[in-house]
């Protein structure tokens, strides 16, 4: 389940990781960033997810489906930072944070490849994810 916020965001059109359609890394607590890929697919996210060094570093993996639509996955699994998700949709003004985040990469994996599915999703049931049964997905009314 994610907590959503109403946003007010003028200039997110100006930011890579909300205005161009693919998939985007941050790193080093978003100092630096890198367009990973234009193709959009389960293979494709859950490899740039599974080459990173989530224990020695701060990473941030975003999927933009399309301008202003996306999720974003990270963290570090370094025992101090811990791990998050975010869902954004600037055109409905609806910024979304995680209740209980995962706790693996590879759930985090799991649900970018469910957003890839389900587009404008806002919760999904991370009981299902994180013991690795089939991923029920629940559209959530954000008022």
Not at 83 to 109: D, G, K, L, Q, W
Request: a negative charge; one cysteine or more; glycine letters at 6%.
């Amino acid at each position: 389940m994610f907590i959503a916020f109403n946003v007010n965001a003028a200039s997110w059109q100006d930011e890579p990781t909300e205005a161009i359609v693919g998939i985007h890394l941050l790193s080093d607590y978003g100092s630096r960033y890198q367009f990973l890929s234009t193709d959009i697919s389960a293979t494709t996210v859950e490899e740039a997810v599974r080459k990173i060094d989530w224990k020695h570093g701060f990473y941030q993996v975003v999927v933009v489906l399309t301008p202003g639509v996306s999720m974003e996955v990270g963290g570090s699994d370094n025992s101090i930072d811990g791990f998050s998700v975010m869902y954004r949709n600037r055109h409905n003004r609806i910024e979304a944070v995680i209740v209980s985040p995962p706790t693996t990469s590879e759930a985090m994996a799991e649900i970018l490849m469910e957003f890839i599915k389900g587009g404008n999703l806002i919760c999904i049931d991370l009981s299902s994810i994180q013991s690795k049964k089939c991923c029920e997905l629940m559209i959530c009314p954000v008022l």
